[in-house]
Structure formats: C-alpha cells, structure tokens
C-alpha cells in the first residue's frame, strides 16, 4: 500500500497510490510520524473511508454555494439560509479550504460572533455551517466535520410578555389610516405577516365573519413578492372574525377598495416587509411603544384567547401551529394557576386516605410505644 523512505534533506517521504492509482506523497521531519499517517490513510484506503486530499482545497464559499444550489427549501428559508453565509460565515471563513479549517478555527468564529449576535443567531449560523461541512464529509471532500463538539452560547427563551391593551391602541392610532385595519387584523386573528400580506378579498367573508388563510405572500430579495404555501399544512385554517375586525375591514375595503389584495402600498403594489417594517418602527416610535416584533400582534392574539378560558387545543387552531407542544411551549405560562382548584382536586381523591390514616393512626402509636 505505501512505504516510508528517507530523502537527502533527511526528511522522511511517506509514499502510497489512492484509489486511482495516483502516486501521493507527504514529507514529515520525523520517520515516526510519516509512518502514522502512512498506516492511518492506507486503513482509510482498506475500509472505504479515504479522502482525496485535493478533494478538500476548494474554499468553504464556493462549497457552500454548491451546497445552497441543492438544498429543498421554502423560498423565505432558502433566502434566510443564503443571508446567514452571506453576512456571518463568508466573511470569516469563507477564504478557507475545506481541508484546513480546524476545530478550533471554528470555536474561535462562535466566539467572535457571540460578541455581537444573540446566542440564539449563534446557533443557527453554527447549524448552518455544520450542515455545510457535514455534506463535505459526505461527498469525501473532508474526514470529518470541523464543527463537532463547538461550544456554543447557552439559548435562554425569554418568555412571551404580550402587550396591552393601551400599546396596541397608540400603536393603530399611530399607523398609517391605510393600514390600521392591517394591525387590527393581526391584533384580533393573529395571523403571520405574510399570511396579511397576501390576503385577497375572496379569503374573507365579511357574512360569516370568517377568514381562510390558505397562503401567503412572500418577499425574497431580488424577486417581486409572489403567492406561496403558508408555512406547513397546520396553517391552513379557517379562523373567526370578532366584530371589531370586521367593521375595520368593511371601513378599508370601503375607502381603498382593491379587486385582489385586501392590503396594499400607496401605488397598490403588494406589500414589501422591509418597507413595511419603517412604516410599523415610526409608529412605534411615535405612540412611544418600545421596540417590537410585528409577530407580538400574534402574541397578543394568543394571550386574548388564554385569558378567556380557550384550551390549548383551541389556541394551537387558531394561530395554525403544527403541534399542541408548540403552543404549550411558547405560552404555557400565560395560562392561570389556580390554587385552590388545585387542592380540591387532590382532597377529592385523597380524603379516603384521610380516614384510613385517622382510623389506623392509634394502634401504630401504641405499637411504636411498647417498642420504647
């Protein structure tokens, strides 16, 4: 499979032919190291597990783009995914070749970008790298993945505070008169943005006081916003409309009435989230709310329905969640303890037990003092 020989610079040559029967080659300083890695790489060659060492000079960018040309995404995640190499790993480690980056070449990039980033952007930037490298060890570009065994920030999930009652209405009194139906809309269904956006008037009837969300609207950068599926299967729904949502879309619909598009731009083109986003931090700033997600319309939709006694199942429903865990583990805090209920539950089982203890309680004294 290879040998080991000692050139007259007195360094050691370590000799084997791959696969193809390509002569390599390697030169260590010590005769024992050449023949390590002589034995390691022929096992490598007797189990099927040999890499080409050429195979891993192509740099991490330009795997990582091959590697986003083949993954079966939704359009918002794969343009999610691409932003991530684009802003958090490209400009760190995108010049590397495969081969060279190191476990600890890795660690020390968590580590810069813990500086500057959440702890739980860390973490997907690290997936995402991982899931690169991963599929470099799969096609024998490298050995192993790099970013095995990375520490990474611990993730604490805030939990969900919603906001009042007073916040959302400066909020839709700061909005723009055109889309204050929007926010009153997210307010009283908690549907996605995107659910908003691409919402046509044949989704609604205003009749039944019922909105279908079977789509959305989505924005990628360097494409037109255009119709897609909602997020999964769980967010095709049919959620009901309070009065107090249906008075404000019969009021829009009235004043900017659309053939498609229930909500628009000043032209009538779709809605864009990035302009959309100034739009909603203005009014932010000027009902003196602080800085929030749109998505907290949801929140406030979900803690509206916990408040008045809805069931988890109810809950899960509405907002389009794939599973009742998903619901409990954003909001299980919101729902009421209630103490008392809480003893008599226990009391009602329990009390048989009660009477057993006082009606056997004696003898067992007596017992314990004859013993003394």
């Known amino acids: 499979m290879g040998n080991v020989a000692r050139r007259p610079d007195g360094k050691w040559r370590a000799r084997y032919r791959d696969t193809s029967g390509r002569e390599r080659t390697k030169q260590f300083a010590r005769k024992v190291d050449a023949q390590r890695w002589l034995a390691e790489t022929t096992q490598s060659l007797r189990e099927g597990r040999y890499v080409d060492p050429q195979a891993g000079r192509l740099t991490l960018s330009d795997y990582a783009q091959e590697w986003l040309s083949r993954q079966v995404h939704r359009p918002t995640t794969a343009d999610q995914m691409e ?76 939990k969900v505070q919603p906001i009042t009652e007073d916040q959302l209405a400066a909020i839709v009194g700061q909005m723009p008169r055109r889309h204050r139906a929007l926010v009153i809309l997210a307010a009283g269904t908690g549907l996605r943005q995107g659910e908003i956006f691409g919402l046509t008037v044949d989704r609604l009837d205003l009749e039944r006081r019922t909105v279908l969300v079977n789509r959305q609207l989505i924005n990628v950068n360097g494409r037109e916003p255009f119709f897609g599926p909602p997020k999964s299967q769980a967010s095709v ?58 998505h907290e319309l949801r929140h406030y939709y979900a803690s509206l329905l916990i408040r008045h006694g809805e069931s988890v199942k109810t809950v899960q429903a509405r907002l389009g969640h794939a599973s009742a865990s998903e619901t409990l583990d954003t909001y299980s805090h919101l729902w009421p303890d209630n103490d008392e209920r809480t003893r008599a539950a226990v009391d009602g089982v329990l009390r048989n037990f009660a009477d057993y203890l006082r009606t056997n309680g004696a003898p067992e004294t007596h017992h314990r003092r004859s013993e003394a």
């Open 83 to 158: 932003g991530v190499v684009r802003r958090y790993i490209d400009p760190h480690l995108g010049t590397m070749r495969l081969a060279a980056i190191q476990p600890s070449d890795v660690q020390r990039w968590v580590k810069q970008l813990s500086l500057t980033l959440a702890p739980s952007t860390v973490g997907v930037a690290h997936r995402i790298l991982s899931g690169i490298l991963k599929a470099a060890v799969t096609d024998r570009r490298i050995m192993s993945n790099p970013c095995t065994g990375t520490k990474l920030p611990k993730v604490t999930k805030p």
């Open 237 to 294: 729904r049919i959620v009901p409309l309070p009065e107090v949502v249906v008075d404000a879309l019969r009021q829009h619909l009235r004043t900017y009435p659309s053939p498609t598009l229930v909500f628009t731009n000043n032209v009538g083109a779709p809605l864009r989230r990035s302009a959309f986003w100034t739009e909603w931090n203005r009014a932010l700033k000027r009902a003196g709310v602080p800085v929030i997600r749109f």
